[in-house]
């Protein structure tokens, strides 16, 4: 088995670029067939709610909608900091299919005694 990703990504579209670089990262693992985590916090949250991720960071940045797909179509997952969805006051019927509620203890638990590859943005 590959070594596994967890991207930490904290920020959302108030700093786009950000986001796409670590969207850029989490795809390039998924789509290299690694087992992918992405665990978001703080604004990342809302990049889990369906029809949030739209946009491009920058002049030649894919457009976040094809990096969302791909990243699902990898299967690549979406951990989201429950404790900051909740301060949003964010409808967890609106998360994306492969997103769950979840902090720190079931990332640990994803990522269990194996050596993983981590980001952070």
């Known amino acids: ?29 998924a789509e290299g067939e690694r087992p992918t985590l992405m665990f978001l916090t703080k604004e990342a949250v809302r990049l889990a709610v369906s029809d949030v991720a739209r946009g491009t960071a ?6 976040l909608e094809d990096l969302m797909r791909r990243y699902s179509e990898a299967r690549g997952e979406f951990l989201v900091c429950p ?24 990332m640990w638990g994803w990522i269990g005694d194996e050596p993983a590859n981590t980001f952070s943005y």
């Open 1 to 29: 088995m590959k070594t596994k990703s967890v991207i930490s990504l904290s920020t959302g579209l108030e700093d786009a670029e950000k986001v796409a670089v670590a969207f850029l990262v989490a795809v390039g693992s």
């Open 83 to 106: 404790i900051c969805f909740d301060a949003k006051h964010l409808d967890k019927g609106d998360l994306v299919s492969n997103a769950e509620l979840g902090g720190s203890v079931p």
């Open 58 to 63: 920058c002049e030649g940045c894919p457009p």
